[in-house]
């Protein structure tokens, strides 16, 4: 069974809360819970992290489909769609 590592998290003088997974501290940087100036740290770590230091990690991934997106997909599928039908036919 895979390791779940889990996060607590300090916003301001307030008392940490926690624990978190990441996906869930994930997306609570994407609603703009989690600010820059929050600190944030492993549960088996000791060292606490601001926001701003660990963004690069918290910003990977998670992102959300957007219109755009799904629009390029389906122009792209539309384009590979097309193009093999003129090539087999």
């Not at 997974?21 to 997306?27: G, K, M, N």
């Not at 489909?65 to 599928?77: D, M, N, Q």
């Amino acid at each position: 069974m895979a390791r779940t590592d889990l996060y607590w998290i300090k916003q301001g003088d307030a008392e940490a809360t926690g624990p978190f997974t990441f996906p869930q501290v994930q997306s609570m940087w994407h609603a703009g819970t989690i600010k820059v100036t929050d600190k944030i740290r492993r549960a088996d770590k000791s060292e606490w992290h601001s926001g701003n230091e660990v963004r690069r990690h918290l910003e990977k991934g998670g992102e959300q489909l957007t219109v755009g997106k799904i629009v390029l997909a389906f122009l792209i599928l539309g384009l590979v769609w097309w193009c093999s039908a003129v090539v087999l036919h």
